[in-house]
């Protein structure tokens, strides 16, 4: 039920939950929680992850997608999603990783957008960047502003930002 029906691990000390289970066979007690977390769901994390990766083997091509989210709880995700179709011609789809959104990252990303605010409003520090870039044979590339409507350009600011570290070192 947890990860067929998406339920929230507790259900199990859930009195209903209990009182169903006792319905059912009176001897069972349901593992607790604190024992699900610990070791029944990562044993079954690391099996469903071993048979995904066969499957990913045994196929030719995939498509990728990206979709950010934000939890009830207000946290922020990035997920990562694997479309594919398998041996027997099924559209199958699987997560391959949900990034929480991090604080840490998220600074970065602000420090980041900020230094390039600042290359593309002072035309002396642009200029000074094509310069340093020239010395250091870089190619002439401006850095990229992060657009807030297209979440690529993200990607595209730090990318760039990281190809021309070079030149940032000498500017400081």
Not at 50 to 64: F, G, M, T, Y
Not at 120 to 143: E, F
Request: aromatic share 8%; glycine share 2%; charged share 20%.
């Amino acid at each position: 039920m947890i990860i067929t029906d998406l339920q929230p691990v507790s259900i199990v000390e859930d009195k209903g939950f209990v009182n169903f289970m006792r319905l059912l066979d009176f001897k069972y007690t349901a593992p607790s929680c604190r024992t699900l977390m610990r070791n029944h769901l990562p044993q079954l994390y690391a099996l469903k992850q071993e048979l995904l990766l066969q499957e990913l083997k045994s196929i030719d091509h995939c498509c990728l997608t990206t979709d950010m989210w934000t939890s009830r709880a207000t946290q922020g995700y990035l997920t990562v999603t694997c479309h594919y179709i398998n041996e027997e011609m099924e559209l199958k789809s699987a997560v391959l990783n949900a990034i929480k959104d991090d604080d840490e990252l998220t600074f970065l990303i602000q420090q980041v957008k900020a230094t390039v605010t600042y290359f593309h409003k002072s035309s002396k520090a642009s200029d000074n960047l094509v310069v340093n870039q020239n010395g250091l044979n870089l190619p002439n590339h401006k850095l990229i502003q992060q657009v807030e409507t297209r979440w690529n350009s993200v990607y595209y600011m730090l990318n760039r930002y990281i190809e021309q570290e070079a030149v940032k070192t000498t500017l400081c």
